[in-house]
């Protein structure tokens, strides 16, 4: 007799992939209007799902440490291959003033100003303790910074240059974590000359200089043969088995050894690679995944940005992003320990002051006093801007799994247990407060200022009109068969245009149909040629004759 088999399986694949259809639906209303990234909304999701009992993170063998540190490696990963990719060509060596600037004293700077807040919140912590913990929330997230440099609010309020330095630091920066970590958990277990012995050979030269030289160098082999089996120029007679006669000129054609599915797929694929054999030869996969991604836009003899200008339109590495986004951040939300951020020894009013003190010191200040060393950051505005956005995410999650995985191998002392009991709650509620907080500063910064203005209007015409959104473009709307045009057929107006008929660029986005009794306004174009209408303007907007059909 058939059974309902609620297995851990089954409800995950039923209530995330349930989230992510719902979630696309809305995805353009939520990301390019509201300005909200899929981590929040994920997140909180994934808190309803632990809290309604309905996945067992423990059940699948491994440890939740386990499955946890192994996906955001695969993510952060994926993120920065594409991170680097989405550079311009050459971008490390043209900016590498502002990158050192970014990633040596700035870097430093939030590592101190981190550590120090956490040592002042959390009691019964050493200062080295605090440095330990404090290294893994140093690093700016790949993962959240890479929503706030892409999209309409990106491409409308920040500059071009800003916008890829973020995104530069954020992928190296995640690599040069490893240096802060190390350098406390030796001298945490070492003494005398040993600690700067095994931190320059293991950390520094065999972590990130190998890495680096690793990764550029699987990033150019990769970009050679890209282009190679892309454009290769063969004979055309070794195309055609029966052409045994070749002419003394044998003409050429071009051969595409690759289909567009699997070159759409590659940066993810190489990803998966550098992810996998450097782990297993124990160096710094993620600043490797960065230098290589870098690596496939840098010149090659006479194409610049080749493979970012042929991916540039492809949606298919967005689209599987955003579905390991939105998992990675859902699997976020059911193990958080929540509750432990509400204990005897640490009470939760320590969490939320140190929280809202790494917002506020962490980064901020420090970019502020050296932006002007930063070539790429022109203004005080720009610096505002990039010392508030320095979240934490995914990456601050990894290194309290290595910071966790490493203790594990040390002498069990008192000092070093507390270290992995306090680490965890403190790391996952920083994550917490910055996914929150920098999730909702700019729908606050831009939704916020017009939130009055429409309210106001709202209630001010309440019951004397009614709205019809349209947002497709290239679409006819007669205005005498609109069930809602036939309301105030004499007030249907459209416009702001000019002259030749076309709207503001910041208008096109949303045409909005308002007919009301005395008073309405269309945002959008008005047919190729214009409005007209034998009325002429009404509050600066003209007005249409009935039956005129809108092209929008």
């Known amino acids: 007799m058939p059974t309902i088999v609620l297995s851990n399986f089954n409800l995950v694949c039923t209530l995330l992939g349930g ?66 990719v989405q550079l311009p060509a050459k971008y490390l060596q043209l900016e590498w003033k502002s990158l050192f600037m970014l990633l040596v004293p700035v870097m430093s700077t939030m590592w101190i100003a981190s550590a120090l807040i956490i040592y002042l919140c959390i009691p019964n912590l050493r200062f080295l303790d605090a440095l330990i913990i404090g ?8 993962v959240l910074s890479n929503s706030i440099v892409k999209g309409r609010f990106a491409e409308k309020y920040i500059a071009e240059p800003l916008r890829n330095i973020i995104s530069a630091e954020s992928g190296a920066n995640d690599g040069f974590g490893y240096p802060f970590l190390f350098l406390g958990l030796f001298i945490l277990r ?48 070794l195309l055609c088995c029966t052409s045994w006669n070749a002419p003394e000129a044998v003409p050429t054609k071009i051969l595409n050894l690759i289909d567009d599915e699997s070159f759409a797929v590659f940066v993810f694929a190489l990803a998966l690679f550098i992810v996998g054999t450097a782990g297993m030869v124990g160096t710094d996969d993620l600043l490797a995944c960065f230098v290589a991604g ?52 640490i009470p939760v009013w320590r969490y939320i002051v140190m929280g ?11 970019v502020l006093l050296m932006y002007k060393a930063i070539p790429t950051i022109a203004t005080f505005r720009e610096a505002i801007f990039a010392g508030y956005f320095g979240p934490i995410g995914v990456g601050a ?5 290595v910071l966790l995985e490493t203790l594990a191998t040390y002498t069990q002392t008192e000092r070093v247990l507390y270290i992995a009991q306090t680490a965890p709650p403190v790391i996952y509620f920083l994550m917490v407060t910055s996914v929150v907080a920098h999730g909702v500063s700019i729908p606050a910064i831009v939704v916020g200022p017009k939130l009055p203005r429409t ?57 909005v149909v308002v007919d009301v009794l005395n008073y309405g306004t269309t945002k959008g174009k008005a047919g190729p040629n214009g409005p007209t209408g034998p009325t002429g303007a009404v509050n600066g907007h003209s007005q249409v004759d009935i039956g005129q059909e809108i092209q929008f």
């Open 19 to 84: 989230f992510i259809i719902v979630f696309g639906l809305v995805s353009h209303l939520v990301r390019e209007r509201a300005y909200i990234s899929e981590a929040l909304p994920s997140l909180l999701f994934g808190v309803l799902f632990k809290a309604a009992g309905l996945f067992r993170p423990d059940g699948y063998g491994a440890t939740k440490e386990e499955i946890t540190r192994e996906f955001t490696r695969l993510v952060l990963g994926i993120q920065l291959v594409l991170a680097g």
């Open 190 to 237: 070492d003494t005398g000359p040993t600690i700067a012995k095994d931190w320059i050979l293991e950390t520094i030269l065999y972590e990130i200089a190998l890495s680096v030289i690793y990764g550029a160098v699987v990033g150019y082999v990769a970009m050679r043969t890209l282009h190679f089996v892309k454009e290769r120029s063969i004979p055309h007679f």
């Open 135 to 142: 290294a893994c929330v140093t690093p700016t997230d790949p």
């Open 294 to 345: 870098n690596m496939l836009t840098w010149e090659y003899v006479l194409w610049i940005d080749w493979f970012r200008v042929e991916t540039i339109e492809d949606s298919l590495p967005s689209s599987l992003d955003l579905i390991l986004n939105v998992a990675m951040f859902t699997w976020f939300g059911i193990v958080t320990p929540w509750e432990e951020f509400n204990t005897h020894e």
């Open 455 to 511: 309210l106001s209007r709202s209630l001010t015409q309440f019951g004397t009109l009614s709205v019809r959104k349209f947002s497709t473009f290239s679409t006819a709307v007669s205005v005498e068969h609109d069930p809602v045009a036939r309301i105030a057929r004499r007030n249907v107006v459209a416009g702001p245009s000019n002259a030749g008929g076309s709207s503001d660029g910041d208008e096109l986005e949303d045409i």
């Open 356 to 366: 809202l003190a790494i917002l506020a010191f962490r980064r901020l200040p420090a």
């Open 397 to 401: 999650i990894f290194y309290l799994l």
